[in-house]
């Protein structure tokens, strides 16, 4: 093993890693505005990457010109989403973390059923775009381009998220409403209609998310499954509560899984991930950075 | 309250009896194999559910990776019988007394987390327990283990010719699991433990030593859920990593208490009678052309009743008991 496979590794588990940030960024954005896991966080990420294949397979457009498309059209449905299942399940008034995490979770089903029955299980994946298998290179070190890039929107989305929840009257509400919201309810603003446009915001983050992994990744009904878990990893490695844990629990989780890689067999990657989160949290309950 | 507590108690044992006799009465009646099979699965799930419910439920400590000690008991009880030929009897005992010490193990370090931590904890263990076995060679890697049929005998637990011993085993399972939660519910044990699930810190200033509540509790439900994936390890003779270990089983243990009221005594096996034979039936009526239907039904279900019914299918029950009073 040499030092350049070493610095290889860990540029692209870096570049992984800021992707992984972005995956989860809804989910820790709607964890720390209501407390509710959503269990479908997956199936959100697998219906973005549905729509940026269709968008590809059926109207040539590229998945880069396609990803805010498909952050507008999740946006839409994440709100729906909160309007319909949510809102109900934080209102049970016995058992409420359970009713939370089932309601979400029979979500999670029922959209992996639906993919089966309209997409069939085929595996799909867009098999010409931009930036599809093209890398560059610095300094003597290859970078795929698609992961490259989707670190890059990462950055900006991470960046934009900063602006837009501490200088914007929607993004104070955010905060008002997190913090108290029968108190926010007094000065006329409307706690469900914070919480949809919550849920469409998170939602529209794991849009651009999967526009960008339907890039260089399959497209299949389970897959979400694989990402969720490293989803909530991520989250929980920063912290409850923290948007911005997420984006450093990302770069861990992506640091992490490519060390792994070059000790231990392929297939047992993720153990590393698995593993840094048991000793993070055995040592720090909240995570890095969280706040309950 | 104390008489009323104590007769309910008495009612509950009862009427547990009585169902007892008539599920042992059912394959008189019910020759056809596939409905035996679901009888079996449904059983064997009310008794998983049981277990599953007496950490989570009772103690509040939810766990979504309860799949690993169905794994244990499932594979120490394949692999000392195809290996070293232990008869799987003491297979069982070994998987449940294997899981009771590791869920110890493992709760050690887990019972300090709260919450989101724990859940995700859990769920990340199982899922390691799983990615190692998938690469150990020696138990068969991804492939898994096939258990030899050497005949018909209640020796080694193998059955060919006819489901009825699986079935009046999954009966037994079901009985002592049930027998078990009922006997805790009013022990010292019972009170600690919705004591720690409702608030552990007034728990503990109360006296009620929280983490050893949680240890018990782990170790009681995951030795019976131990002895569970033994028995399916037998019925189904043939084993693999994902099927006894994937995230899917911790789900499906936790779904029959979850519908049917999670820390109640019967909501397992209410949610277990209701959910198996439609999970089963879907499968095999509109799930066949593997079009996903059955999931988008029990997905469906899953949402409806959580949302309508947050205390579970049982409050509909007591709903109507407090009506009639």
Redesign the interface.
């Known amino acids: 093993m040499t030092a350049e496979t070493i610095i290889q590794s860990l540029a692209s588990g870096l570049l992984m890693g800021l992707l992984y940030g972005l995956i989860a960024a809804g989910l820790a954005l709607i964890f720390g505005l209501m407390d509710v896991v959503n269990f479908a966080h997956g199936e959100f990420l697998m219906i973005a990457m549905y729509a940026t294949f269709f968008l590809f397979a059926y109207f040539a457009i590229d998945p880069l010109l396609a990803a805010p498309l498909v952050a507008a059209a999740l946006f839409v449905f994440g709100a729906v989403v909160y309007l319909l299942v949510v809102r109900f399940a934080v209102r049970a008034k016995a058992n409420a973390g359970m009713v939370q995490i089932f309601s979400t979770f029979g979500l999670a089903i029922v959209m992996r059923g639906l993919a089966q029955f309209f997409f069939t299980p085929d595996y799909r994946s867009v098999t010409h775009s931009w930036l599809g298998g093209k890398t560059v290179s610095v300094a003597g070190i290859y970078l795929p381009e698609p992961q490259l890039v989707g670190a890059l929107v990462s950055v900006v989305a991470f960046i934009a998220l900063y602006f837009f929840i501490h200088r914007t009257d929607f993004g104070r509400a955010l905060e008002a409403t997190r913090e108290d919201a029968g108190a926010v309810a007094l000065v006329g603003i409307d706690k469900n209609k914070v919480f949809a446009l919550g849920w469409g915001l998170g939602a529209a983050l794991v849009g651009l998310a999967g526009a960008i992994m339907a890039i260089f990744f399959y497209v299949y009904p389970d897959v979400g499954a694989s990402f969720a878990l490293i989803a909530y990893v991520t989250v929980a490695l920063g912290g409850f509560g923290s948007v911005f844990g997420a984006f450093a629990g990302g770069i861990i989780v992506g640091l992490v899984e490519a060390t792994t890689a070059l000790i231990l067999p392929p297939s047992l990657k993720s153990v590393g991930i698995y593993a840094v989160y048991l000793l993070i949290v055995f040592i720090r309950p909240r995570g890095l950075f969280g706040s309950m | 309250m104390d008489t009323h507590f104590a007769q309910r108690r008495r009612r509950d044992l009862i009427m547990a009896g009585c169902l007892t006799v008539i599920a042992a009465l059912v394959p008189l009646f019910v020759k056809d194999v596939y409905v035996q099979n679901i009888m079996v699965l449904t059983l064997m799930y009310a008794a998983l559910s049981q277990s599953w419910n007496i950490l989570s439920g009772y103690c509040g400590q ?1 766990s979504l990776g309860h799949a690993l000690y169905f794994g244990l008991g499932a594979y120490t009880t394949a692999l000392l019988f195809t290996k070293f030929g232990v008869l799987p009897w003491f297979g069982m005992l070994a998987g449940g007394a294997i899981s009771a010490v590791i869920a110890m193990a493992l709760g050690y ?1 887990c019972f ?6 724990f ?3 859990t ?3 199982a ?2 327990a799983l ?2 076995i ?2 150990w060679d020696w138990a068969g890697a991804a492939l898994g283990i096939d258990i030899p049929v050497r005949g018909d005998s209640w020796l080694k637990f193998q059955f060919t010719r006819s489901k009825l011993p699986y079935f009046y085993f999954a009966l037994a399972l079901a009985c002592i699991a049930w027998l078990v939660t009922w006997w805790l519910e009013d022990s010292k044990w019972g009170y600690w433990w919705r004591a720690v699930k409702d608030n552990p810190d007034a728990a503990e200033s109360l006296g009620v030593v929280v983490f050893n509540s949680k240890m018990g509790a782990a170790a009681v439900s995951a030795f019976l859920v131990a002895v569970g994936g033994s028995f399916y390890a037998q019925f189904v003779s043939y084993i693999d990593p994902e099927s006894v270990m994937g ?1 899917q089983f911790s ?1 499906l243990m936790a ?1 029959p208490a ?2 049917g009221g ?1 820390g109640t005594l019967w909501g397992p096996v209410l949610g277990a009678v209701i959910l198996i034979p439609l999970t089963e039936l879907t499968r095999s009526f509109v799930g066949g052309s ?15 009743i ?2 309508a019914l ?3 299918l049982v409050s509909v029950f007591s709903l109507r008991k407090e009506a009639a009073r």
């Open positions: 939810i370090p300090r987390l709260r919450g989101h931590y859940v995700i904890a769920i990340v263990i899922e390691i990615l190692l998938q690469n995230f789900l779904l979850v519908l999670i593997g079009r996903g239907v059955d999931l988008i039904v029990y997905g469906t279900l899953i949402v409806l959580s949302l947050p205390r579970g």
